[in-house]
């Protein structure tokens, strides 16, 4: 392995786990977070959201420290994360979701992806755990913001993000005026594309776990509701015919899973119109129709490491 920089100083990497009542699950994050195979120093900062900080019972090794902090700023996985980013001073900042895991080589690799390539934001490929199946992520090994504005790219996960912290003068913290913290991570990836390009390791780094605890698998409206923010906060994206399908056509699968038949029709035919072929338009008037339930649905496409 080569060093991050002459001298092989490898700059310190400030983790940011937000965290809310899963407490097995945060210990199993931590542990694959204090388990990087990094030779630089590594903290993991566990940032508690609308619920009581508690100590986790880990083995700490040396080069590596755990802080416990509480939300400060608006409550949600946004204020939460912003917290986390306030109170540390490495070089480097990384997020991990309380449910994912790292495997051992992540952050030396993307460090060393950051330095070949002077970017500011790195992310890699996922391994997404539903249930039984494991469905695997590769994003691009580059993603410009045009790119980001045609499709989400699910692999471009907000567990995988490291970013140097000097860059965040122009990227801007994580917004907390989206409503319920929903797309948080999709809005940061474009705004880092908007300022250089985002560059991925194109392997599997992290496993993602999708479950019936995750906060958003079921919170219609205030999918909603962020969906409509993001599509007011970034005007390319109302202009890009597929890009505003894609997220019509989201508005319109939620809508239709709050039984809001009418409203999921209209946002639906808005989807096709400028993507005949936006699969979340046709899932939509599937479940608006009474043929699939919303939850089915949900829980098929997720099966394959997918979302609607």
């Known amino acids: 392995m080569t060093g991050f920089s002459p001298g092989n100083a490898w700059p310190k990497v400030s983790v ?14 931590v542990v694959s977070i204090l388990g990087q195979a990094y030779p630089g ?7 508690f959201d609308q619920t009581e900080p508690a100590d986790v019972q880990v083995d700490v090794p040396s080069g590596r420290r755990v802080r416990v ?10 204020g939460a994360r912003n917290t986390g980013i306030a109170a540390t001073d490495g070089a480097l900042i990384a997020f991990c979701d309380d449910d994912d895991t ?3 080589s992540k952050i030396a690799v993307q460090v060393e992806l950051l330095e070949r390539s002077a970017a500011d934001f790195a992310a890699c490929g996922v391994r997404i755990h539903h249930g039984e199946h494991v469905a695997i992520r590769i994003p691009p090994a ?12 699910t692999a471009l996960h907000p567990s995988t993000f490291v970013i140097r912290r000097s860059a965040l003068t122009a990227i801007g913290l994580v917004d907390e005026e989206i409503p319920g913290s929903y797309g948080e991570d999709y809005d940061l990836l474009l705004r880092a594309a908007r300022h250089g390009s985002v560059v991925a390791a194109t392997q599997p780094l992290v496993d993602v776990f999708w479950h019936e605890q995750s906060y958003f698998a ?6 909603t509701n962020a969906l409509r923010f993001l599509l007011s906060k970034y005007p390319e994206l109302s202009a890009d015919p597929a890009g505003r399908a894609r997220i019509e056509g989201q508005i319109a699968f939620a809508e239709a899973a709050l039984a809001r038949r009418l409203d999921a029709c209209r946002s639906s035919l808005h989807a096709l119109r ?8 046709y899932l939509a008037l599937a479940v ?12 098929a496409a997720n099966r394959r490491g997918r979302g609607i």
């Open 288 to 299: 608006a129709a009474g043929v699939v339930p919303a939850k089915s649905v949900v829980r």
């Open 16 to 29: 940011i786990v937000a965290t809310r009542g899963r407490p097995q699950l945060l210990r199993r994050a």
């Open 102 to 104: 790292w495997q051992p």
């Open 69 to 78: 902090l509480t939300n400060s700023r608006t409550p949600g996985l946004a």
């Open 218 to 223: 079921e919170r219609w409206q205030t999918i």
């Open 274 to 281: 400028g993507n005949p072929r936006e699969r979340r338009a």
């Open 41 to 47: 120093a590594l903290e993991c900062v566990l940032v």
């Open 142 to 153: 580059e993603v410009g913001f045009d790119d980001l504005v045609r499709e989400r790219i």
